[in-house]
């Protein structure tokens, strides 16, 4: 593994760069503030909100994103909390992003402040994967008044865990060679889009580390946790996923109003803003099951499915986040990115926060004939997706309203 000040690194055989900022949304509101630099500071919060982001003094005490203000304020009573300021924000992200696009024009932005950017085509031009991370950061420093952190590696799974042990102010550089003893070590929970469910069943059945997870069969895993995410999670523990690098770009955030969309040639989407502030989990995820339905809808329509399902949640003080999460295949069907949906959302932790909007978004998107799903021992003939489909019919015929989920009626 090389690290940065290193005098050599891998070329492109590692192409795939994750750029991070470090503690983007403090670190922008510090840039003027060079006597809090030091200071645990929270951005976001207010009263009853939720803390947006805090700086790395705020994280040693425990203080992270989506956290309630309250309990933020018990943990670290004497921080320093600053209002979000999203037009600088979205700025300062645009100068980011196109700096990306200058160097490559391989960049998937994941969020406002990070990126995936495959530069095999931009080394004969800009130098090795390890230069072009430097000259990134160093401009971004230098033009932002912010640092970064960067990933180098093979794969984006890999490059991804790469850049978190970059932080802060760093770049990792993970070699073909070293990708075992890289990941092998690490808790299967480390592995990109494993969530906390799927850890608590591996760890159920024994499997802790990566190595446990890369030296158990594949037809031994596909029988514990089914075909699609056994082959998916043995190719992630050999650092092997083969998704490559979308080109996309991420919305900026919004203020208010009703049912915004994103951009359908890349992504679909819908969120809605309550006519009350809500802290109930019941009235929020049948707002995202109706609104999971109408992307579905627009999805199956447009004849495209997507892979990488996103959340946004608005707090009743304004404070906005989104969470991602990639599916091990795309989909169309509406129970499959609902239920993804709910897992972002339930990982979130929210107790009594009050929730403003929330909105669901498809992304990743290609045509629906470029889909192959593999059928799975035992699953019923006709499943969700035929019933989609039934419905879809339905509501050609006799409006949209005809046929809904249950929990949606009255």
Not at 318 to 329: P, V
Not at 348 to 375: D, I, K, S, T, Y
């Amino acid at each position: 593994m090389v690290t940065a000040g290193a005098p050599t690194a891998a070329g492109t055989s590692t192409p795939i760069l994750h750029v991070d900022m470090d503690a983007f949304y403090a670190s922008v509101l510090l840039r003027d503030r060079p006597e809090l630099q030091h200071l645990p500071v929270i951005v976001g919060g207010g009263h009853r909100g939720v803390v947006l982001a805090a700086n790395y003094p705020a994280r040693e005490y425990g203080v992270r994103s989506a956290m309630t203000a309250t309990r933020a304020r018990r943990l670290c009573p004497h921080a320093v909390v600053l209002q979000p300021d999203y037009d600088t924000f979205t700025k300062v992200s645009t100068a980011v992003m196109a700096l990306f696009r200058r160097t490559t024009s391989l960049v998937e932005a994941i969020s406002l402040d990070e990126a995936f950017l495959d530069v095999s085509g931009a080394v004969r031009r800009l130098g090795s994967p390890l230069q072009i991370a430097e000259d990134l950061r160093a401009t971004i420093h230098d033009e932002q008044g912010i640092t970064c952190s960067v990933g180098i590696a093979a794969s984006i799974s890999v490059a991804k865990l790469a850049s978190k042990r970059a932080k802060p102010d760093g770049v990792v550089v993970v070699p073909p060679e070293e990708i075992t003893s890289f990941l092998h070590p690490l808790d299967v929970g480390d592995l990109y889009g494993v969530g906390e469910k799927t850890q608590a069943m591996l760890h159920r059945l024994g499997l802790i580390t990566v190595g446990d997870l890369a030296h158990t069969p594949v037809r031994t895993l596909q029988r514990a946790v089914g075909v699609h995410l056994g082959a998916h999670l043995h190719d992630l523990a050999w650092g092997a996923d083969r998704r490559e690098v979308a080109p996309r770009s991420t919305g900026a955030f919004g203020h208010g109003g009703r049912s915004g969309e994103a951009d359908p040639e890349k992504s679909m989407g819908a969120q809605e803003t309550f006519g009350r502030d809500t802290d109930d989990r019941e009235v929020v995820l049948r707002e995202v099951l109706k609104l999971t339905a109408k992307v579905a809808t627009r999805l199956r329509a447009a004849e495209v499915a997507g892979r990488t399902v996103t959340i946004t949640v608005r707090f009743a003080d304004f404070t906005t986040i989104t969470r991602s999460r990639t599916l091990a295949e795309p989909t169309d069907v509406t129970q499959e990115i609902y239920a993804a949906a709910v897992r972002l959302y339930d990982a979130l932790g929210l107790q009594r926060a009050r929730v403003r909007l929330v909105g669901v978004r498809v992304e990743g998107l290609l045509p629906r004939e470029q889909v192959q799903r593999q059928g799975v021992l035992g699953e019923r003939e006709h499943g969700w997706s035929e019933a989609d489909r039934a419905v879809d019919r339905a509501a050609r015929r006799f409006g949209s309203a005809a046929v809904r989920p249950a929990s949606l009626l009255g």
